[in-house]
């Protein structure tokens, strides 16, 4: 993975996470036990501090950055969706930040809390536990019923599966010119979408 120093500070990664290794690390980086960092991540601490703590995982192409002396928390089993951006923010534990969602400055998104795909959360937000919040500006809706609840620990699971797969078999190599009829099928799983009706 690309890995960077700066004044002396190096990125700090627990040997049982996985960083994919197109992901970037610079700096004052703390990636934490069972964490996932997917493809084109950045995590730039040349400013503030940035954390994954354990079980939390970092979708492809998230950015997380921080104004100087700020920090970026992902507490445990928080879980960070597929190009969102972090700024000097807190997800809180079992919190799940939405795809392609903002998370601005000073903000905590509440443990257990679900913020929307492509939400956009002004500097200094807060929720109560186990919030959902949607929209730009992001709002809390209600408060999540535990079906939600464990919809979203089952997703963060699946991210914690995913670690020890890649840590085990991801590997460099090169396509195929063609499929073979036999091909197997990866990983099957029961967990599915969550459908709003």
């Not at 700096?27 to 501090?49: K, M």
């Not at 797969?165 to 029961?190: I, T």
Request: proline share 7%; glycine share 10%; with cysteine.
């Amino acid at each position: 993975m690309p890995s960077y120093s700066i004044e002396g500070v190096k990125p700090v990664v627990d040997p049982s996470a996985y960083v994919h290794p197109t992901a970037t690390l610079i700096g004052d980086v703390w990636v934490g036990p069972g964490c996932y960092v997917g493809p084109s991540a950045s995590l730039r601490g040349d400013f503030g501090r940035i954390v994954l703590k354990a079980g939390s995982n970092v979708q492809d192409s998230c950015v997380a950055h921080a104004f100087p002396g700020k920090d970026v928390i992902v507490e445990e089993n928080g879980h960070v969706g597929h190009g969102a951006i972090i700024h000097g923010c807190t997800v809180g534990k079992d919190a799940m930040v939405g795809m392609n969602a903002v998370v601005m400055d000073d903000a905590v998104i509440a443990p257990r809390s679900i913020l929307g795909a492509c939400a956009f959360v002004k500097a200094g937000f807060s929720c109560e536990p186990g919030s959902l919040i949607v929209g730009a500006p992001a709002k809390i809706v209600r408060a999540l019923d535990e079906e939600e609840i464990a919809w979203k620990r089952k997703g963060t699971e699946e991210y914690q599966n995913l670690t020890v797969r890649c840590l085990n078999s991801m590997q460099e190599c090169q396509p195929l010119a063609e499929a073979d009829p036999k091909r197997p099928r990866l990983l099957s799983s029961d967990y599915q979408p969550k459908r709003d009706s």
